[in-house]
């Protein structure tokens, strides 16, 4: 379990949990997947890289003050754990892998919603409402995306 002391240590977990995903799912992508599942494994190795970016953009924007806030809570998940758990095996149906990905992009909401509903401060609380949005939306794009290269 990752120990979180100030908003700034949430967000470089975001970073790490993205990073961590774009390398299970290259290291998962070989010769033995389908074709569609080995597209979409490459589309989500490139899409946690994008996310990755993403975060460290969004706190390089974020108001100094605001990072160094300190937390009173921890949020509950264990991403980590989660990655660890996951195994996608050879040959798995595209639609398990999917659902696996989606596991892990509900896990991200979820830390960013009790980060968010574990603060008083209106600042930190709309940064997590934000990152949250953002997880979500991006979530459905992703579910939709992977819909569209299932009908291929």
Do not use: C
Not at 35 to 51: A, I, N, P, Q, W
Not at 82 to 89: K, R, T
Request: cysteine-free; glycine content about 4%.
């Amino acid at each position: 379990m990752h120990n979180f002391e100030q908003v700034k240590d949430v967000l470089e977990y975001g970073q790490k949990i993205h990073a961590d995903l774009q390398s299970f799912y290259r290291s998962i992508n070989d010769e033995k997947q389908q074709t569609r599942v080995k597209m979409l494994l490459d589309f989500l190795s490139g899409h946690e890289l994008h996310r990755e970016e993403a975060l460290a953009d969004f706190e390089g924007r974020a108001k100094k003050q605001i990072l160094e806030t300190w937390l009173q809570y921890k949020p509950s998940i264990d991403i980590e754990k989660l990655i660890g758990d996951q195994s996608i095996q050879p040959n798995m149906p595209m639609d398990e892998v999917t659902k696996i990905a989606v596991d892990f992009d509900n896990a991200l909401i979820e830390l960013y919603r009790e980060t968010a509903a574990g603060t008083d401060i209106p600042q930190v609380k709309q940064l997590f409402e934000n990152l949250l949005e953002m997880e979500n939306n991006e979530k459905l794009r992703f579910v939709r995306d992977a819909g569209q290269l299932n009908d291929i």
